[in-house]
């Protein structure tokens, strides 16, 4: 539930001290003894859940725009972000790929900072300075001491209300994002196969040309496509501010209102599209120029947001594992196994692929991955398999939230995917919490055969020496 407008604040988490390991009055084989003491403490104990210290404060302006702060006094720097509402999710046939052009264009120049002004002034200051687009957001990010922080919120008010679009800065851009096109869709023949099967798993909805949209697409977009779309989600009531780091809320808020107050809210409708639809289980088909082919499943599993998303997320990695030690390394059917989750805002699919050689049936290898899920489940989530997990997640959380770029990243992501601020909050509790027993009847009710799809690509050509020598693998055992 997100808190009222105004100054509201939530606690974090409590700070969490580093311990004194090494003090000046302890040396030589004690200071050692104490040290792996510590350390094989540190191992043997499930890390705690909370990481971060700090209040977070939400406010927001009378034209729409959110303002997240997260205090973090560890250091004089702050993280900046601005989360867009605007991905593939919000384009249609004729403009596929219009949000990844305009991650590139809003650096073109505005009304009052020139072109790459914005990377040079931030740089200058010692700051760092990018931006991202996925499926459901775009976000623009920067790290910069906190002297600067009204500065950046000057410029991405600019470039928010006042940017810069004509025929030049499209095509320049146009043209860039064609040769990224080729560079990483064409001339990559794995992403060029997952783009192919994305097509086929989300048939007409948004999320099935991905980021990059198309290049029938980018081709023809128009200065007029490029303003009708910057008017529409490019405003206050489509975005979120988030800063964090040794900042005083008043103040980013005083600094937010006097740079963003003054822009108009979109008046344009924001109906995100119907989620994608489900037919039942399917088989797809894709070429790719691979040595060897590549079979699997994917799992249709509910949105970021939902209840059961942090048990799976944890699911995922143990059924990483588990495919690929029999796949690979017991049953010798793979070459190489790769699992991925990918937690869209309105659902998620679990992609379990497998290389393999050429005389081994794909089909074999796709009902072999679903045997071996099925298994996994049926005897049950082991403790001792979900402690080494969830600490290795926990670890990566730490780590993540000890950043001020974490923490802001992590809070954009539970608003903007998850549509859910106290996922922030609690999301490393909610993992610190999970049962093995939990996490298998989530795993049961997920994994089911409805809800899965089967995929083959096969090489475009075709090599006799990998044939041969997988099939001598397989018969000596190598």
């Known amino acids: 539930m997100v808190p009222e407008p105004g100054k509201i604040a939530v606690a974090l988490g409590e700070r969490t ?70 991905g593939s999710l919000q384009e249609r046939p004729g403009i596929r790929g219009l949000s990844h052009l305009f991650e590139h264009m809003m650096f073109r120049g505005s009304e009052n900072f020139g072109p790459e002004e914005h990377h040079r002034r931030i740089r200058a200051l010692g700051g760092r300075v990018n931006a991202f687009t996925s499926e459901d957001v775009t976000v623009y990010h920067q790290i910069v001491p906190v002297a600067g922080l009204d500065l950046v919120l000057e410029m991405e008010a600019d470039r928010m209300g006042r940017l810069k679009l004509d025929e030049d800065v499209l095509e320049t851009e146009r043209q860039v994002v064609l040769e990224e096109y080729r560079e990483t869709v064409l001339d990559d023949p794995f992403a060029n196969l997952l783009k192919q099967l994305a097509e086929q798993y989300f048939d007409d909805h948004p999320y099935s040309y991905g980021v990059i949209g198309t290049m029938e697409d980018i081709e023809s977009v128009t200065v007029e496509d490029c303003q009708n779309y910057y008017d529409a989600h490019y405003a206050p009531n489509r975005a979120a501010l988030i800063v964090s780091g040794d900042v005083e809320p008043a103040a980013v808020v005083e600094m937010a209102r006097r740079h963003f107050g003054p822009l108009p809210a979109s008046k344009a409708g924001h109906n995100d599209p119907p989620p994608p639809t489900w037919s039942g289980p399917r088989a797809l ?34 059924l990483s594992w588990r495919v690929d030690e029999k796949l690979t390394r017991e049953r010798r059917l793979c070459v190489y196994v790769y699992a991925d989750l990918l937690p869209f805002k309105q659902t998620s699919v679990l992609a379990v692929v497998g290389a393999h050689f050429l005389h081994i049936d794909g089909e074999r290898v796709s009902e072999a991955v679903t045997a071996e899920i099925t298994a996994y489940l049926g005897a049950g989530v082991t403790s001792d398999e979900l402690e080494r997990v969830r600490n290795q997640i926990l670890l990566e959380e730490r780590k993540r939230r000890y950043s001020v770029d974490g923490l802001a990243r992590d809070l954009g992501n539970a608003l903007f995917v998850e549509e859910s601020p106290t996922s922030f909050r609690e999301r490393l509790d909610r993992i610190a919490a999970l049962t093995p027993a939990e996490v298998t009847e989530i795993g049961r009710l997920h994994c089911s055969p409805e809800n899965v799809t089967t995929f083959r690509a096969e090489p475009e050509r075709s090599s006799k020496l990998i044939h041969v020598l997988g099939w001598l693998m397989s018969t000596l055992h190598l």
């Open 17 to 86: 001290e580093a311990p004194m390991l090494m003090r000046s009055g302890v040396g030589g084989s004690v200071g050692r003894v104490l040290l792996i003491a510590a350390v094989a403490a540190l191992l043997a104990t499930s890390f705690p859940a909370r990481a971060a210290d700090g209040d977070l404060t939400r406010d927001e302006l009378a034209n729409g725009l959110q303002i997240w702060v997260i205090e973090r006094h560890a250091a004089p720097i702050a993280a900046v972000q601005i989360w867009y509402r605007t």
């Open 285 to 318: 088909q894709g070429k790719a120029d691979l040595p060897v082919p590549v079979s699997g499943v994917a799992y249709r599993w509910p949105p970021a947001g939902h209840d059961d998303s942090i048990a799976l997320e944890v699911l995922s990695r143990l």
